[in-house]
T-cell receptor, first 112, second 115 residues
């Protein structure tokens, strides 16, 4: 499996604080994506960063990618209670066939 | 657009029974896939398809069959249900596949319990 590994497994912060989640992967990739899953729901795409990009922004989200370290980070600024969810990174490895693999996720709790 | 739809939402089976989980998308996506999600295990890829008539195995294919006769539909068949197949199943679709994957759209999931 070419799964990414998110870190930390769980994160608890207060509203207004920033939340940072990390993802590490094993082999060279084409893209890395981040998804959010609210409890009992399907996953929702947040942002995609290609292997030749180093940083990408979308609203309060900032994603970085360091291909030399095989790692990515997702920063959520000024967190809100509605950001409470699980966050997953997903990678499509260059040499492992036609598959998109997900990590085990980071569970984020934002308290008012 | 309805996006990705899955039926049923909930299902209870007895060990040894068979059933088909349905998945359909109306976005003309080439790539479709099935995942199972178990507590603490994240999403694990069962089978995927890069186009009609083309399917391949993912990380955990045993006990499951798929076919892709049309672009829109990608059913997942459980041949002889086992308690280890108790899980939440998600279907996803997206453009690309084979080389580059773009945003994937997920269905709402099917919660399956095998007794």
């Amino acid at each position: 499996s070419q799964q990414g590994e998110e870190d930390p497994q769980a994160l608890s912060i207060q509203e207004g604080e920033n939340a940072t989640m990390n993802c590490s992967y094993k082999t060279s990739i084409n893209n890395l994506q981040w998804y959010r899953q609210n409890s009992g729901r399907g996953l929702v795409h947040l942002i995609l960063i290609r292997s030749n990009e180093r940083e990408k922004h979308s609203g309060r989200l900032r994603v970085t990618l360091d291909t030399s370290k095989k790692s990515s980070s997702l920063l959520i600024t000024a967190s809100r209670a509605a950001d409470t969810a699980s966050y997953f990174c997903a990678t499509d490895a260059i040499h492992s066939g036609y598959a998109l693999n997900f990590g085990k996720g980071t569970s984020l709790l934002v308290t008012p | 657009n309805a996006g990705v739809t899955q039926t049923p939402k909930f299902q209870v089976l007895k060990t040894g029974q068979s059933m088909t989980l349905q998945c359909a998308q109306d976005m003309n996506h080439e790539y479709m896939s099935w995942y199972r999600q178990d507590p603490g295990m994240g999403l694990r890829l069962i089978h995927y398809s890069v186009g009609a008539g083309i399917t391949d195995q993912g990380e955990v294919p045993n006990g499951y069959n798929v076919s892709r006769s049309t672009t829109e539909d990608f059913p997942l068949r459980l041949l002889s249900a086992a308690p280890s197949q108790t899980s939440v199943y998600f279907c996803a679709s997206g453009s690309g596949g084979g080389v580059i994957y773009n945003e994937q759209f997920f269905g709402p999931g099917t919660r399956l319990t095998v007794l």
